[in-house]
């Protein structure tokens, strides 16, 4: 007889591995289905996010960082170091340690919480009152049943036509967070999150890096102050090269490396030629292979689930959620909605707040934002008040030598409710959490202006910025 579960998920990054959890710590009977296979062919959990994506990356973010400023920025301080250098072997195999921790440690809770981790492709293969799914595995193939499914597919790689990611010299993140020498050229397409993150990671290596970007504008979802002090200081000499309003053209590999030919903004034909290429425009939502067209499951003309705002699907019982739904491409967005479906299926009132889910670039310096921009708002016609205050007359910043950047505080003119908090500086991933926290609770600049924060402290620029909304800042 078929093995059967209240709950199915199909695939264990944050979206899936969390729903399964929130699943069975709330008793229902779970199982996740995951394919994901490390390079040396043992099966793993945590998908894009815990394997070849936030994760790696944010290892060799901060290694690389650790580096560049052991070899630029301590002589600041009076500390000289001399003969620095790094091992590149040391810092992937730290990395590769980090990953194989976390996604062990899902395992770990998988086995606490009771939940079957069903190794291999899972498709949907019919319904009725349950639904059946085909678990394709090492061993052979399974089919088991369940109440409920939750699909968690994830997203991958978006490719170029007419070129082939080899992941040795034309890489997508996967290739990228693994090179085995730090490329003297290195070619980005597309000056987004991946492209940029990864760009410093191997330009602070050494690597000369040049992005080619499609849009005329630099980091168009931000806020457009934060854009600009973003591109000033991340295309300073000796820094990334960036050119936007670019066309890719045809792309050649040869025995050097890799040509991309492209059209300038002004219409100019021009050639960016380097040791190794990165392609970063994007992802794409998993659906392949899922069985959708066996059970009818309605997908979108760009590929996504159709969901509505709690994550059902066009089918009964069926949730999707994380990238492979509509919305920001973002681990702790499908980790919420994880947590959501499962309440919701447990007959409890799941839900998730979209207007307050940030953002973080992990660039140096690190770029974080919460809610609106204010071309939103402009757009929008909403009326604002606007306070910013600058991380360098903040005591904590300058003790730190990392005083570059600002936040700033948008609130509604008449009631003051923040409408979006945008930063920029070190620190900004964790400065934003108060911000979260203040638009989840609907506070007001004033709140924040009138809570104790400690001194010194990098937060206090929150604060001097919620003052600035009132033109009353204390230190500037
Ligand atoms: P995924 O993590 O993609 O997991 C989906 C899983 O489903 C995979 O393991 C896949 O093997 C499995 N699967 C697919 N189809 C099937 C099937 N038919 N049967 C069985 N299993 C299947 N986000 C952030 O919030 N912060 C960051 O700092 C950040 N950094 C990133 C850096 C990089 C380089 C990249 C590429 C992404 C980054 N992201 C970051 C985005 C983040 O990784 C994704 O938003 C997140 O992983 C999405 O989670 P998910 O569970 O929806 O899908
Ligand atoms: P992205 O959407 O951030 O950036 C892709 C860029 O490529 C865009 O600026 C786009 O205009 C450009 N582009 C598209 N086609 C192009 C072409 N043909 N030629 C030149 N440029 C082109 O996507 P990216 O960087 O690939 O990352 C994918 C997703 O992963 C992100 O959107 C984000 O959701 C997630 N991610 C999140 C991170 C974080 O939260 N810190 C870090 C890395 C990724």
């Known amino acids: 007889m078929a093995r059967s579960f209240d709950v199915v998920v199909i695939g264990a990054g944050p979206a899936g591995y969390v729903a399964a959890i929130r699943a069975a710590q709330l008793g229902l009977n779970t199982a996740c289905i995951e394919k994901w296979r490390t390079p040396e062919g043992e099966y793993a959990l945590g998908g894009t996010c815990l394997n070849v994506g936030c994760i790696p990356s944010k290892a060799l973010l901060e290694s690389s960082e650790n580096y560049e400023r052991a070899l630029h920025r301590l002589g600041v301080h009076g500390v000289s170091v001399t003969g620095v250098s790094f091992d590149l072997k040391a810092m992937l195999a730290r990395k590769n340690q980090i ?59 978006r490719h170029l036509d007419g070129i082939e990611v080899d992941n040795r010299i034309v890489c997508d993140n996967e290739g990228a967070l693994d090179f085995d020498s730090v490329p003297r050229r290195l070619g980005v397409i597309g000056a987004g999150v991946i492209g940029l993150e990864l760009g410093s990671v191997w330009r602070r290596l050494g690597a000369e890096v040049r992005l080619l970007e499609a849009l005329p504008e630099f980091l168009g979802a931000a806020d457009e102050s934060i854009a600009q002090e973003a591109w000033k200081v991340f295309t300073r000499p000796g820094a990334l090269e960036i050119e936007l309003g670019v066309k890719v053209g045809a792309i050649s590999r040869d025995k050097r490396g890799v040509t991309v030919a492209y059209q300038t903004a002004d219409g100019k034909a021009a050639k960016l030629a380097c040791d190794r290429l990165i392609v970063s425009i994007g992802r794409v939502p998993n659906t392949e292979g899922l069985g959708a067209e066996n059970v009818g499951l309605r997908i979108d003309a760009k590929g996504f689930i159709e969901v509505d705002k709690n994550c059902r699907t066009s089918l009964p019982r069926v949730f999707a959620v994380g990238d492979v739904v509509r919305g920001p491409m973002l681990a702790h967005k499908g980790e919420d909605e994880g947590v959501m479906v499962a309440e919701i299926i447990a007959g409890q009132h799941g839900h998730v707040n979209y207007d307050a889910i940030p953002w973080v670039m992990y660039t140096m310096p690190e770029i974080a934002w919460v809610g609106k921009t204010e071309q939103q708002l402009k757009a929008e016609g909403v009326a604002y008040r606007s306070g910013r205050f600058p991380f360098a007359y903040n005591g904590r910043a300058l003790g730190r030598d990392e005083s570059e950047g600002f936040i700033k505080m948008l609130a509604d003119a008449q009631t003051d409710r923040i409408l979006g908090v945008h930063a920029i500086g070190s620190l900004a991933s964790e400065l934003i959490s108060e911000a979260v926290v203040a638009i989840e609770f609907g506070a007001s600049s004033e709140d924040i202006a009138r809570i104790c924060h400690a001194h010194p402290s990098m937060s206090e620029v929150m604060r001097e910025a919620a003052l600035a909304v009132d033109k009353r800042s204390l230190n500037g």
């Open 99 to 157: 990953v194989r921790k976390m996604t062990g440690g899902i395992a770990g809770l998988f086995r606490k919480n009771r939940i079957a981790w069903l190794q291999g492709h899972a498709r949907l293969a019919s319904g009725g009152t349950t639904w059946k799914l085909e678990v394709e595995g090492e061993k052979g193939s399974e089919t088991i049943e369940a109440k409920h499914v939750v699909i968690a597919t994830g997203s991958r790689a």
